[in-house]
């Protein structure tokens, strides 16, 4: 299915396509699949699921394991690795339309030829890999060292979104810990996308993965 402009240019900043000709991305669009999804609607769980690697084309995907949070896939953004090269009967996680979306399927067999024939893409797909280890190590230490984390979960639930009223000695205060500890809680749910920082404005953007901290 032809890709609009925009598409075509959110799948060249996707992780798997940097650096890939326009030409390579015209004929991945005829040959891959496009799937709709209603707000709401599971895309893949344990037990449904397609060995397809996904892309986000429009909308935003909630990605869950039981009650915790585990990432928010916006446009451009990967899913399905897990299921590709996998014997395993379950899908790892669930994974949920937040709005109405849009995805590119990749199947299998189309992945492994692109990375059978392109270097490019076969580098690309290392280092996504790479990165998620990254992401879910880096989720597993904050879930595994809560007390920071969980205080500052806490406050931020309790307080809703807006602006900080205090300055980060007297949230410190507050919340009995350090400048340091708070400043590292603070970094280790932005890292975890859990809340988004500008100035003093923190945006919850995963309620439920703050709740998991806690």
């Known amino acids: 299915m032809p890709l609009t402009k925009e598409e075509l240019h959110l799948l060249a900043a996707c992780p798997l396509f940097l650096g890939v000709e326009e030409a390579l991305l015209y004929r991945l669009a005829r040959e891959a699949g496009r799937a709709e999804f209603s707000s709401g609607q599971v895309v893949y769980d344990p037990d449904h699921f397609r060995r397809c690697l996904g892309v986000v084309l429009s909308g935003r995907l909630q990605v869950t394991k039981g009650s915790l949070a585990v990432s928010l896939l916006e446009p451009g953004d ?5 299921a590709l090269y996998s014997g395993e009967a379950e899908f790892a996680s669930t994974i949920t339309a937040q709005r109405p979306s849009a ?5 299998q067999s189309l992945v492994d030829r692109l990375l059978a024939e392109q270097g490019q893409i076969q580098e690309n797909y290392l280092r ?3 990165g998620r280890i990254r992401f879910l190590s880096g989720r597993l230490q904050a879930l595994a060292q809560p007390g920071a ?3 500052l979960a806490r406050y931020l639930l309790a307080s809703g979104t807006g ?3 205090c300055s980060a000695t007297q949230l410190s205060q507050r919340l009995g810990l350090s400048r340091a500890s708070l400043y590292r809680a603070f970094a280790a749910l932005e890292e975890n996308g859990l809340i988004t920082r500008q100035g003093k404005t923190i945006t919850v953007a995963d309620p439920a993965g703050l709740e ?3």
């Not at 990967?78 to 897990?82: D, M, S, T, V």
């Not at 995805?103 to 199947?107: A, D, S, Y």
């Open 212 to 214: 998991a901290v806690m």
């Open 103 to 107: 995805c590119l399927m990749l199947e």
């Open 128 to 130: 996504y890999l790479t």
């Open 149 to 151: 984390e969980g205080k």
């Open 163 to 165: 602006e900080l009223t």
């Open 78 to 82: 990967l899913f399905g690795a897990a």
